[in-house]
Structure formats: structure tokens, C-alpha cells
């Protein structure tokens, strides 16, 4: 793991990064750069996987200066539990897929009593997704969250994007928010949300939205759910 964050390192030209997460707490085998398959066609998983071992290096390479803080990404509270209950250093962060349609309100007062903090990735959805499935023969309906009426109705309120509403009904929440975006004029509109806030009627209404539809479910890895550690329900 040392080696691996000093090449990042390296590729970022930094000396350090601000956060360093266990992206899943599953783990998956690699066979030169690619996941390897068993006879049918489904990844291998990797039933090492030892969460209190890994998260111990984790806080070495904080020890080392080469990350500021460390935190979890698509943990459950039981496996936040079982790091919380065997580390020095505590958990900074979460990151969850976190939107009007997937709110998991429990997960997140969890982290608020336990003192860490949650950033919403997928915030807008991840139309990404829906590629990645489709590459390994996956066929899901991903909703359009910039097309539900509530929102677009909010947007044209404040003369605002249904994206910019999203973003701004996380925050008001109280969470971050990571959207993803290759679009110059996107990635500007999604740093013009702080000019505005949503009434506490408006962010009631948007959290009543929530069907737990989870669209990051990591179905392109075919098999993944197999593994003991796979944090979602199945």
C-alpha cells in the first residue's frame, strides 16, 4: 500500500494528499491489470480480505505524512463498526452514493454520532453506470434525477439547473458532495450552488423522494455480490 499511494504521489507530482479511502470493502483478484474470471465467467474474490489489517496500514501511510487524513468508501455500519471498534485513528470520512433517490438517513446518522463525515458521490446519478453494465451484459432502467418533476419545478423557481438543485439540497443537508463531470460549462455550474438555499419546506419534499433505488450497485463486477464483505443488501 506504501508503494502504491507513493506512485500516485508520483503521477500528482504532490508530496501528499488531503484524503486516502478503502474505496469497497470487497476485495478482487488481478491478473496482469485486468480482474481475473473463474470457468463461468465471474470475477474471483478475494476471501482474505481483512479490514482491521488494512485500515493498520492505512494509518501508517497517515503516520508517514503522505496522506493528511484516511476514510471509508461503500462501507456498512457493521463493517464502520468493526474499523471503529480496532483502530487508533478514527475514520474522517465516508463516501456513499447519496442522492434523492438512495438517502440512507440511518447510515448517515450513524456517521453524525460518530463523528465522521459523509460526501455523497453519484449526486446527480451516474449515467457512467449505465455503460459499465451494459459492457458485461447488465440491463438496468437508471432513473434521470434531473428529470424529476419536483426538481425541475424547484430549478425553474430559483432559475437554476435541476443539477445545481441536487447539489444544493446535499449541502443543505449538511453533507458534501463529489459530482463527477468532463464538461467545462458542467463543472462551472456545479460550483454555482452557493448563492442560493433551499427553504426547509423545499428540502422536505426533495427527502421525500426516496425510494432506496441504489444505481452504483457494482453489478459490472459480475459476481462481486458473492463476496462475504459485499455491503449492500442483495
Given at each position: 500500500?506504501?508503494?502504491?499511494?507513493?506512485?500516485?504521489?508520483?503521477?500528482?507530482?504532490?508530496?501528499?494528499?488531503?484524503?486516502?479511502?478503502?474505496h469497497?470493502?470487497?476485495?478482487?483478484?488481478?491478473?496482469?491489470?485486468?480482474?481475473?474470471r473463474?470457468?463461468?465467467?465471474?470475477?474471483?474474490?478475494?476471501?482474505?480480505?481483512?479490514?482491521?489489517?488494512?485500515?493498520?496500514?492505512?494509518?501508517?501511510?497517515?503516520?508517514?505524512?503522505?496522506?493528511?487524513?484516511?476514510?471509508?468508501?461503500?462501507?456498512?455500519?457493521?463493517?464502520?463498526?468493526?474499523?471503529?471498534?480496532?483502530?487508533?485513528?478514527?475514520?474522517?470520512?465516508?463516501?456513499i452514493?447519496?442522492?434523492?433517490?438512495?438517502?440512507?438517513?440511518d447510515?448517515?446518522?450513524?456517521?453524525?454520532?460518530?463523528?465522521?463525515?459523509?460526501?455523497?458521490y453519484?449526486?446527480?446519478?451516474?449515467?457512467?453506470?449505465?455503460?459499465?453494465?451494459?459492457?458485461?451484459?447488465?440491463?438496468?432502467?437508471?432513473?434521470?434525477?434531473?428529470?424529476?418533476?419536483?426538481?425541475?419545478?424547484?430549478?425553474?423557481?430559483?432559475?437554476?439547473?435541476?443539477?445545481?438543485?441536487?447539489?444544493?439540497?446535499?449541502?443543505?443537508?449538511?453533507?458534501?458532495?463529489?459530482?463527477?463531470?468532463?464538461?467545462?460549462?458542467?463543472?462551472?455550474?456545479?460550483?454555482?450552488?452557493?448563492?442560493?438555499?433551499?427553504?426547509?419546506?423545499?428540502?422536505?419534499?426533495?427527502?421525500?423522494?426516496?425510494?432506496?433505488?441504489?444505481?452504483?450497485?457494482?453489478?459490472?463486477?459480475?459476481?462481486?455480490?458473492?463476496?462475504?464483505?459485499?455491503?449492500?443488501?442483495?
Open positions: 500500500m506504501e508503494s502504491t499511494i507513493k506512485n500516485s504521489l508520483a503521477d500528482l507530482q504532490l508530496d501528499y494528499v488531503d484524503l486516502y479511502l478503502i469497497v470493502p470487497f476485495g478482487l483478484f488481478l491478473e496482469n491489470d485486468f480482474f481475473k473463474d470457468a463461468d465467467g465471474l470475477l474471483e474474490i478475494d476471501l482474505s480480505t481483512d479490514h482491521i489489517a488494512i485500515w493498520k496500514k492505512m494509518e501508517h501511510l497517515l503516520a508517514l505524512g503522505l496522506t493528511k487524513s484516511i476514510g471509508l468508501s461503500n462501507f456498512n455500519q457493521k463493517q464502520i463498526e468493526r474499523v471503529l471498534n480496532n483502530c487508533t485513528v478514527r475514520p474522517a470520512n465516508l463516501q452514493e447519496h442522492h434523492i433517490y438512495l438517502q440512507q438517513p447510515l448517515i446518522k450513524f456517521c453524525e454520532n460518530e463523528g465522521i463525515k459523509v460526501t455523497a453519484a449526486p446527480l446519478g451516474s449515467r457512467g453506470v449505465a455503460d459499465l453494465n451494459k459492457k458485461v451484459g447488465v440491463e438496468r432502467d437508471l432513473p434521470d434525477l434531473m428529470d424529476v418533476p419536483l426538481v425541475k419545478q424547484i430549478a425553474k423557481n430559483y432559475n437554476k439547473t435541476p443539477a445545481q438543485i441536487l447539489l444544493r439540497w446535499i449541502l443543505d443537508c449538511g453533507l458534501a458532495a463529489i459530482p463527477k463531470s468532463t464538461n467545462p460549462g458542467r463543472l462551472r455550474e456545479n460550483f454555482n450552488v452557493f448563492d442560493f438555499t433551499l427553504t426547509d419546506e423545499e428540502i422536505k419534499k426533495l427527502k421525500s423522494l426516496d425510494v432506496n433505488i441504489r444505481i452504483c450497485d457494482f453489478k459490472f463486477f459480475p459476481g462481486v455480490e458473492r463476496h462475504p464483505e459485499f455491503p449492500f443488501d442483495v
